[in-house]
Protein backbone atom coordinates (compact mmCIF):
# COMPACT_ATOMS: atom_id res chain seq x y z
CA UNK A 1 0.00 0.00 0.00
CA UNK A 2 1.49 3.25 -0.78
CA UNK A 3 1.22 6.15 1.56
CA UNK A 4 0.41 9.59 1.77
CA UNK A 5 0.82 11.57 4.51
CA UNK A 6 -0.02 15.26 5.66
CA UNK A 7 1.37 17.16 8.05
CA UNK A 8 -0.23 18.93 10.64
CA UNK A 9 -3.15 16.83 11.08
CA UNK A 10 -5.02 19.83 13.10
CA UNK A 11 -4.34 24.01 13.14
CA UNK A 12 -5.66 26.08 14.74
CA UNK A 13 -5.36 30.03 13.55
CA UNK A 14 -6.38 33.42 13.98
CA UNK A 15 -7.92 35.47 10.70
CA UNK A 16 -4.41 37.02 8.93
CA UNK A 17 -1.73 34.48 9.99
CA UNK A 18 -0.10 32.53 7.26
CA UNK A 19 0.14 29.07 7.00
CA UNK A 20 1.77 25.78 4.82
CA UNK A 21 0.36 22.28 4.32
CA UNK A 22 2.47 19.33 3.72
CA UNK A 23 2.21 15.84 1.70
CA UNK A 24 4.58 13.59 1.58
CA UNK A 25 5.01 9.59 0.18
CA UNK A 26 8.33 7.80 -1.44
CA UNK A 27 6.47 7.03 -4.46
CA UNK A 28 6.70 9.47 -7.62
CA UNK A 29 3.95 10.85 -8.69
CA UNK A 30 2.53 11.18 -12.19
CA UNK A 31 0.13 13.97 -11.18
CA UNK A 32 -1.64 15.62 -7.35
CA UNK A 33 -4.39 17.01 -6.79
CA UNK A 34 -5.37 19.29 -3.59
CA UNK A 35 -8.74 19.36 -2.44
CA UNK A 36 -10.87 21.32 0.08
CA UNK A 37 -14.15 19.14 1.97
CA UNK A 38 -16.16 21.06 3.76
CA UNK A 39 -18.58 19.66 6.47
CA UNK A 40 -21.33 17.08 4.76
CA UNK A 41 -19.81 18.19 1.55
CA UNK A 42 -17.57 16.40 -0.77
CA UNK A 43 -13.80 17.26 -1.37
CA UNK A 44 -13.66 19.75 -4.06
CA UNK A 45 -10.74 19.95 -6.27
CA UNK A 46 -8.76 23.01 -5.82
CA UNK A 47 -5.76 22.69 -8.38
CA UNK A 48 -3.36 19.72 -10.02
CA UNK A 49 -0.27 19.55 -10.37
CA UNK A 50 1.99 17.84 -12.81
CA UNK A 51 5.20 19.13 -13.43
CA UNK A 52 8.54 18.80 -10.66
CA UNK A 53 9.12 22.18 -9.11
CA UNK A 54 5.43 23.82 -10.40
CA UNK A 55 4.00 26.67 -8.87
CA UNK A 56 0.48 27.22 -9.48
CA UNK A 57 -1.46 30.12 -6.99
CA UNK A 58 -4.84 30.73 -6.58
CA UNK A 59 -5.70 33.93 -4.71
CA UNK A 60 -4.50 33.43 -1.25
CA UNK A 61 -3.59 29.90 -1.82
CA UNK A 62 0.15 28.62 -3.51
CA UNK A 63 0.98 24.82 -4.28
CA UNK A 64 4.61 23.74 -4.93
CA UNK A 65 5.02 19.94 -6.41
CA UNK A 66 8.42 18.91 -5.24
CA UNK A 67 11.30 18.59 -7.85
CA UNK A 68 11.07 14.63 -7.82
CA UNK A 69 7.33 14.80 -7.55
CA UNK A 70 6.98 12.74 -4.42
CA UNK A 71 6.38 15.92 -2.34
CA UNK A 72 3.74 19.24 -2.10
CA UNK A 73 2.87 22.00 -0.17
CA UNK A 74 -0.02 24.45 0.02
CA UNK A 75 0.55 27.87 1.50
CA UNK A 76 -2.03 29.99 2.71
CA UNK A 77 -0.87 33.45 3.13
CA UNK A 78 -3.49 35.99 5.44
CA UNK A 79 -5.79 32.81 6.34
CA UNK A 80 -9.86 33.99 6.76
CA UNK A 81 -12.44 32.23 8.27
CA UNK A 82 -13.55 30.91 4.68
CA UNK A 83 -10.45 29.14 4.64
CA UNK A 84 -11.52 26.36 7.18
CA UNK A 85 -11.85 23.10 6.22
CA UNK A 86 -10.33 20.01 5.70
CA UNK A 87 -7.61 19.96 3.02
CA UNK A 88 -6.59 16.83 1.36
CA UNK A 89 -4.03 16.06 -0.99
CA UNK A 90 -4.34 13.25 -3.50
CA UNK A 91 -1.84 11.95 -5.87
CA UNK A 92 -1.82 9.09 -8.84
CA UNK A 93 1.46 7.26 -8.40
CA UNK A 94 3.61 6.47 -11.41
CA UNK A 95 3.61 2.69 -10.95
CA UNK A 96 0.03 2.15 -10.30
CA UNK A 97 -0.18 2.57 -14.50
CA UNK A 98 -3.01 4.75 -14.33
CA UNK A 99 -4.25 8.56 -13.22
CA UNK A 100 -7.62 7.63 -12.51
CA UNK A 101 -6.18 5.83 -9.55
CA UNK A 102 -6.09 8.31 -6.56
CA UNK A 103 -4.54 7.98 -3.11
CA UNK A 104 -5.51 10.00 -0.75
CA UNK A 105 -3.45 11.82 2.30
CA UNK A 106 -5.42 11.71 5.60
CA UNK A 107 -6.15 15.71 5.60
CA UNK A 108 -5.30 18.33 7.50
CA UNK A 109 -8.15 20.30 9.79
CA UNK A 110 -7.77 23.98 9.35
CA UNK A 111 -9.77 26.06 11.51
CA UNK A 112 -9.22 29.81 11.44
CA UNK A 113 -10.45 32.17 14.08
CA UNK A 114 -11.55 35.59 13.81
CA UNK B 1 -25.63 21.93 -14.33
CA UNK B 2 -26.02 19.88 -11.92
CA UNK B 3 -23.71 18.23 -9.78
CA UNK B 4 -23.39 14.83 -8.25
CA UNK B 5 -26.13 13.32 -6.60
CA UNK B 6 -26.43 11.06 -3.82
CA UNK B 7 -28.81 9.31 -1.59
CA UNK B 8 -29.79 8.98 0.84
CA UNK B 9 -27.94 12.05 2.66
CA UNK B 10 -28.28 10.15 5.75
CA UNK B 11 -28.76 6.39 7.05
CA UNK B 12 -28.55 4.84 9.89
CA UNK B 13 -29.38 0.99 10.84
CA UNK B 14 -28.60 -1.44 13.09
CA UNK B 15 -26.06 -4.25 12.27
CA UNK B 16 -26.66 -7.29 10.03
CA UNK B 17 -29.10 -5.20 8.30
CA UNK B 18 -28.94 -4.20 4.61
CA UNK B 19 -28.10 -0.92 3.07
CA UNK B 20 -28.17 0.66 -0.43
CA UNK B 21 -26.55 3.74 -1.39
CA UNK B 22 -27.88 5.50 -4.97
CA UNK B 23 -25.73 7.93 -7.42
CA UNK B 24 -26.64 9.98 -10.43
CA UNK B 25 -23.22 10.87 -11.79
CA UNK B 26 -22.79 14.59 -13.84
CA UNK B 27 -24.16 14.10 -17.49
CA UNK B 28 -22.13 12.67 -20.06
CA UNK B 29 -19.71 11.61 -17.40
CA UNK B 30 -18.42 8.12 -18.28
CA UNK B 31 -16.47 7.59 -15.50
CA UNK B 32 -17.75 6.83 -11.97
CA UNK B 33 -15.92 5.97 -8.26
CA UNK B 34 -17.02 4.74 -5.04
CA UNK B 35 -15.20 5.91 -2.05
CA UNK B 36 -15.21 5.56 1.96
CA UNK B 37 -14.40 8.21 3.69
CA UNK B 38 -13.58 7.05 7.77
CA UNK B 39 -13.84 9.44 10.45
CA UNK B 40 -10.90 11.50 10.39
CA UNK B 41 -9.26 9.93 6.95
CA UNK B 42 -9.35 10.88 3.52
CA UNK B 43 -11.90 9.23 1.03
CA UNK B 44 -10.36 5.30 0.14
CA UNK B 45 -11.41 4.08 -3.40
CA UNK B 46 -14.01 1.37 -3.60
CA UNK B 47 -14.79 1.27 -7.25
CA UNK B 48 -14.54 2.68 -10.30
CA UNK B 49 -16.76 1.96 -13.39
CA UNK B 50 -16.01 3.21 -17.28
CA UNK B 51 -19.44 3.28 -18.57
CA UNK B 52 -21.07 0.04 -17.20
CA UNK B 53 -18.02 -1.58 -16.68
CA UNK B 54 -16.49 -2.51 -13.48
CA UNK B 55 -12.50 -1.37 -14.31
CA UNK B 56 -10.91 -1.85 -10.72
CA UNK B 57 -12.44 -3.23 -7.77
CA UNK B 58 -9.48 -4.67 -5.70
CA UNK B 59 -10.54 -2.50 -2.77
CA UNK B 60 -14.02 -3.53 -2.66
CA UNK B 61 -15.18 -5.94 0.07
CA UNK B 62 -16.78 -8.42 -2.02
CA UNK B 63 -17.67 -11.24 0.99
CA UNK B 64 -20.74 -8.61 1.85
CA UNK B 65 -20.31 -5.23 -0.77
CA UNK B 66 -21.64 -5.17 -4.22
CA UNK B 67 -22.18 -2.08 -6.80
CA UNK B 68 -24.08 -2.24 -10.44
CA UNK B 69 -23.99 0.28 -13.34
CA UNK B 70 -26.33 -1.08 -15.29
CA UNK B 71 -26.82 1.57 -17.88
CA UNK B 72 -23.24 3.21 -17.57
CA UNK B 73 -25.50 6.46 -15.83
CA UNK B 74 -26.67 5.62 -12.15
CA UNK B 75 -25.25 3.56 -10.06
CA UNK B 76 -26.24 1.70 -6.26
CA UNK B 77 -23.67 0.62 -3.82
CA UNK B 78 -25.03 -1.89 -1.27
CA UNK B 79 -23.64 -3.65 1.85
CA UNK B 80 -25.15 -7.16 2.85
CA UNK B 81 -25.03 -7.22 5.75
CA UNK B 82 -23.83 -3.88 7.46
CA UNK B 83 -21.16 -3.94 10.57
CA UNK B 84 -20.44 -1.23 12.97
CA UNK B 85 -16.86 -0.89 11.32
CA UNK B 86 -18.72 -0.20 8.22
CA UNK B 87 -19.83 3.57 9.74
CA UNK B 88 -18.70 5.89 7.19
CA UNK B 89 -19.18 8.46 4.62
CA UNK B 90 -19.92 7.03 1.28
CA UNK B 91 -18.63 9.36 -1.72
CA UNK B 92 -19.60 9.28 -5.32
CA UNK B 93 -17.63 11.06 -7.86
CA UNK B 94 -17.91 11.34 -11.88
CA UNK B 95 -15.12 11.97 -14.57
CA UNK B 96 -15.48 12.49 -18.30
CA UNK B 97 -13.00 9.78 -18.90
CA UNK B 98 -10.07 7.86 -17.18
CA UNK B 99 -7.32 10.79 -15.53
CA UNK B 100 -9.90 13.82 -15.84
CA UNK B 101 -10.71 15.65 -13.08
CA UNK B 102 -13.28 14.09 -10.50
CA UNK B 103 -16.36 15.64 -9.19
CA UNK B 104 -17.72 14.53 -5.91
CA UNK B 105 -20.91 14.29 -4.76
CA UNK B 106 -22.18 15.02 -1.06
CA UNK B 107 -21.80 11.61 0.45
CA UNK B 108 -24.26 9.41 1.99
CA UNK B 109 -23.53 9.36 5.90
CA UNK B 110 -24.23 5.71 7.41
CA UNK B 111 -24.40 4.82 10.86
CA UNK B 112 -24.45 1.45 11.74
CA UNK B 113 -25.61 0.80 15.43
Known amino acids: TQLLEQSPQFLSIQEGENLTVYCNSSSVFSSLQWYRQEPGEGPVLLVT?????EVKKLKRLTFQFGDARKDSSLHITAAQPGDTGLYLC??????????????FGTGTRLQVTL | EAGVVQSPRYKIIEKKQPVAFWCNPI?????LYWYRQNLGQGPELLIRYENEEAVDDSQLPKDRFSAERLKGVDSTLKIQPAELGDSAVYLCASSSGPGQTQYFGPGTRLLVL
Open chain 1, 90 to 103: AGAFVNTGTASKLT
Open chain 1, 49 to 53: VVTGG
Open chain 2, 27 to 31: SGHNT
